[in-house]
């Protein structure tokens, strides 16, 4: 019989992505009239295509972005029908091939349903949060405020089905992708290295793809207000990738540990010998966990640092700010294209070292092109002439000089009814924005009367003929009274600093100088430059958690030594180097900051600093499609290998083929391709390692960049403000998050405190799964046919068990991620949740990278003492076996569940915090000035839902609890009779 062939593989889904490239192209007509998408209430979807606001340089762009976006999925898809069309193999890898996937089929079906209500539950409270019930903001319509309301609640929807999708596809490839690289095995290296890594290059370029276009398609259908509702985007990506994480988390380790522990300690079994029974729910799980998980973990740094980018960016450079970005990561997504479809190429023979010098020369091949996509891009987008300065300082402020000069108000055809100067108007404004008067109707009518102003001030400067616009921003025109502070900035920008007491000034000039543009005419480099560091940063992430946690490297080669000694030294040293890991990681992550800060420079320029961290992380980011292809080739080659220990030279029913039989291997070929699986699982296993520190690294740039976008709402009090946020009031802001303030300490206590209850209950909940496992597995090898090999294991019995307990300890740490903000929010006030997110980013970054680099460090160590000769003291099997085993089992849940879960629990509780803090200014129990009962109400609910979560957690299921009946009844009736 020849070799089997699945069927062409043929997306139904296509045809949407095609009818959604070509929908704005059929809206171009959209009415824009007025004045215009920014603040004037007109308006439109895809009204951004005929905006004046844009040039033909952001509308092209952003289109350039959409079909690169949509090029990332349809080459996701044709290497998706290589992959389908490769050998399948024999009827015996088949069945173990199809047993894997039918497990994570059945875990993703269940996960979906009990997360998908919650997701709509969710959705609908986004939308009313949101809702204008008795609008108080003025800067948009209430019509607009509607849009945004119901945009942000889509976009969270749009944000949670695309992680799921993500993580689908990455599970679902890879349980198509473990057969066919079992079979090309057979074959040769190079032929089952390519379609290992190519199943992981369709989940990477998924990820990338729709993550770019998810962001790319709320730009280009609300225009500016895109701002505002990407946040729901990130919160989306944000909320269903922690669930993916902990549910496949706690899936993955659970089957790992019961099967370690009863299989190689108790048994001396092999690492998939079909003896076992928890050996199926062990391959399910590194589907659900490494390939799900990672992807949609990924997917959602990738959306949030864009969320991040994108609102710093408008805050900091306008609509250019806002828009490049996304630019950056079409960049990232056209390198990882030609980066991963030369990996592996011309290799026909190998070795692991192989396999991982062509893996790394790829990632390397995508950073150089990412990189200097990048820096040509910013040399030709990133120019701003003065027109654009100005229009930067009007909207930050300078319309209230437009109107308080006569001349100016008669060039723009200002309309002018006021007794008063504008300035006046606006001094009065902010006291009464930053006292008890700030809920009056009398604010709230002069605030609606300030925002008039600035948008007709917008408006007429847009209206003006580009060179006339020019003309007027280097004419000098505005006599001036200069604060020191102001005088001082004129060198920075390039000026001669005036001598007179009230020297008549440019609108450049005082667009720089009072306003705080951080932009002078001309090219502005600095924002590329931060992208190449977030390059760099990944590069230097990616060898420093190899550093620690491969073969090749002292740490664990002293892990190795310990476990010599026994079980006990063997975890001390892995701790040990964890502890010792976390710190360089952060280093390395401090360090990168502190250069995006240097190279913003100015330290007037807080705002726009933060804005260069962010782009830290898009650069990091661009790097998305190799890293998630790096990560997913681990658990696709771990699957192989375990199909190739159960089916190779079997037949269906799981009996020994004889020689001559079809899908016979001699036994040299047998070992060959054994040995071929052997080399990829240790290249996957180190590729798993180094991805989870790139993983971590992006999700710290995130909430760093999540944190600066918090203080900027927290300041100006609403996401819709923060164009005009000046720099001035962002340093006043920040400089109030002080440990100097009680309640700002408390809630950095209450934050750092967080990371560490939220994994005690995800290790918890893996440590009683696997006790189930445990004892089910004993059950099974108490029958003899199952010892001999004559009967097949109840594997299902084992799937089951891992399913039902990953979904029933699903929701507590997803409660805690959701509750615990809105609790110290609504009950201590803005500033303590601001601190409480300053410690939860610090320790749950330090905890992470601990646990992720001490569980890799045991795992590989105890991969090194496997492949040492076989003797009473060395190898498998003996007691250093035994000990480096037990020190994989303690590592297995800290790696695999609870680390990866705190870079989604960072940013889940990052985004509730950024879509909670205007309600929290307004309605918080301890100063706020709207409705106490609301905050009173919302806080008491949070409360009790975390209080749940957490009792929850303690309890045992009542299968636990029979167990334990039964174990107390069989010790009396053995104490019994031995009396």
């Excluded at 944000?238 to 009863?262: C, E, P, Q």
């Excluded at 998305?624 to 658990?635: A, K, L, Q, Y």
Aim: hydrophobic fraction near 50%.
């Amino acid at each position: 019989m020849p070799p089997q062939r699945s069927r062409q593989f043929r997306p139904r889904w296509w045809w949407m992505i095609a009818v959604g490239c070509v929908l704005p192209l059929g809206l171009l007509g959209a009415d824009t009239s007025g004045p215009g998408a920014m603040g004037s209430g007109s308006w439109q979807p895809f009204g951004f295509f005929t905006s004046a606001v844009y040039g033909w340089g952001e509308k092209l762009g952003l289109l350039a972005c959409l079909v690169i976006a949509v090029a990332g999925l349809g080459y996701a898809a044709a290497l998706m029908r290589q992959v389908y069309a490769a050998d399948t193999g024999t009827p015996a890898m088949q069945k173990v091939a199809a047993a894997v996937r039918a497990g994570a089929n059945a875990y993703l079906r269940r996960q979906f349903s009990v997360v998908g209500l919650l997701i709509v539950l969710i959705t609908g409270v986004i939308i009313a949060a949101k809702w204008p019930w008795a609008p108080e903001t003025t800067v948009h319509s209430v019509e607009e405020l509607q849009v945004i309301a119901l945009g942000r609640g889509l976009a969270f929807l749009l944000g949670a089905l695309f992680s799921a999708a993500v993580g689908f596809t990455g599970m679902r490839l890879a349980t198509t992708g473990n057969l066919r690289v079992a079979a090309a095995a057979r074959q040769n290296f190079g032929q089952a290295m390519r379609l290992a890594y190519r199943t992981g290059a369709i989940t990477g370029m998924f990820t990338c793809g729709l993550g770019l276009l998810g962001g790319v398609l709320l730009l280009l259908v609300f225009g500016e207000l895109a701002y505002e509702i990407l946040v729901g985007y990130g919160f989306g990506g944000s909320l269903l990738a922690l669930f993916m994480r902990v549910g496949g988390g706690i899936y993955t380790k659970a089957a790992d540990v019961g099967a370690d522990l009863v299989g190689k300690v108790e048994q001396s079994m092999a690492e998939d010998d079909p003896r076992n029974a928890a050996v199926i729910a062990d391959n399910v799980g590194d589907n659900v966990g490494d390939c799900a998980g990672m992807a949609a973990d990924v997917f959602e740094s990738y959306s949030v640092t864009m969320v991040a980018a994108v609102m710093l960016g408008y805050a900091a450079f306008g609509y250019k700010g806002m828009i490049f970005p996304l630019l950056v990561q079409a960049v990232g997504v056209l390198s990882s294209m030609l980066s991963t479809a030369l990996v592996g190429r011309g290799i026909v023979q190998g070795n692991s070292a192989v396999a991982m010098h062509s893996i790394n020369r790829g990632f390397w091949r995508s950073a150089a092109l990412s990189s200097v996509g990048f820096l040509t891009l910013g040399a030709i987008y990133l120019h701003f002439d003065p027109a654009y300065i100005v229009e930067r300082g009007i909207d930050k402020g300078m319309y209230q000089e437009l109107f308080d000069t006569p001349q100016l108000r008669q060039v723009l055809g200002l309309s002018w009814e006021e007794s008063e100067p504008l300035q006046a108007l606006v001094a009065r404004l902010r006291q009464w924005r930053n006292g008890p008067e700030r809920v009056a109707e009398a604010t709230l009518r002069l605030e609606e009367k300030v925002e008039r102003y600035r948008s007709q001030a917008l408006y007429a400067w847009r209206q003006l003929p580009l060179a006339e616009r020019l003309r007027l921003a280097e004419q000098p025109l505005l006599a001036a009274e200069l604060k020191p502070e102001e005088r001082e900035r004129f060198a920075e920008y390039g000026h001669a600093a005036p001598q007179e007491a009230r020297p008549t000034l440019t609108l450049l000039q005082l667009a720089q100088v009072r306003y705080h543009v951080p932009l002078v005419p001309g090219l502005n480099y600095r924002v590329v430059l931060c992208c190449l560091l977030g390059i760099l940063l990944a590069v230097a992430l990616n060898k420093c958690t190899e550093y620690w946690t491969s073969t090749e490297y002292s740490p664990v080669r002293e892990v190795v030594k310990s476990s010599y000694t026994g079980h006990a030294t063997n975890i001390i040293a892995g701790m040990a180097l964890g502890l010792e890991s976390s710190v360089w990681a952060i280093l390395l992550i401090a360090a990168a900051i502190l250069g995006s800060v240097l190279i913003v420079g100015h330290p007037d320029h807080l705002l726009f600093m933060a804005f260069g961290v962010a782009m830290c992380g898009i650069g990091m980011l661009t790097l998305t499609g190799d890293t998630i292809s790096m990560d997913v080739f681990g658990p696709v080659a771990d699957n192989a290998n375990g199909i190739g220990e159960m089916g190779y030279n079997r037949t269906e029913q799981g009996d020994e083929l004889k020689e001559g039989e079809e899908g016979y291997l001699p036994p040299d070929q047998y070992q060959a391709a054994r040995q071929i699986l052997a080399d990829l699982d240790a290249v996957g296993n180190t590729t798993k390692a180094i991805t989870k520190g790139i993983a971590i690294g992006s999700a710290v740039l995130a909430a760093v960049s999540l944190f600066a976008s918090f203080i900027a709402v927290l300041v100006t009090g609403s996401e819709e403000k923060i164009g005009q946020l000046l720099i001035g009031d962002f340093v006043s802001g920040a400089s109030k998050l002080t440990v100097a303030e009680p309640l700002v300490l408390i809630g950095v206590l209450i934050g750092g405190a967080v990371p560490f209850l939220f994994s005690a209950m995800t290790i918890r909940a893996v440590g009683r799964a696997a006790y189930l496992i445990v004892i089910e597995c004993r059950r099974q090898f108490q029958d003899p046919a199952v010892m001999s090999g004559s009967k097949s294991p109840d594997y299902g019995r084992v799937v089951s068990i891992c399913t039902a307990t990953a979904q029933k300890e699903l929701i507590g740490p997803g409660l805690l991620a959701i509750g615990t903000p809105l609790a110290v929010g609504f009950l201590l006030g803005p500033f303590a949740l601001g601190g409480f997110l300053a410690g939860m980013i610090l320790s749950g970054q330090l905890l992470a990278v601990f646990m992720s680099n001490a569980g890799g460090a045991w795992d590989n160590a105890k991969k090194m003492i496997e492949d040492e000769p076989r003797t009473e003291k060395t190898g498998k099997y003996s007691e250093k076996h035994k000990a480096s085993v037990t020190g994989d089992t303690v590592g297995d849940p800290l790696k695999d569940t609870a680390g990866p879960a705190i870079n989604p629990l960072i940013k889940v509780m990052n985004m509730v915090s950024l879509l909670a803090l205007p309600l929290v200014i307004l309605h918080n129990v301890h100063d706020g000035l709207g409705n106490v009962v609301v905050g009173a109400v919302i806080a008491s609910v949070a409360v009790l839902a975390v209080i749940w979560a957490w009792y929850r957690s303690k309890q045992e299921s009542a299968e636990v609890r029979q167990i334990e009946e039964e174990l107390e009844q069989e010790a009396l009736t053995a104490a019994g009779s031995s009396r």
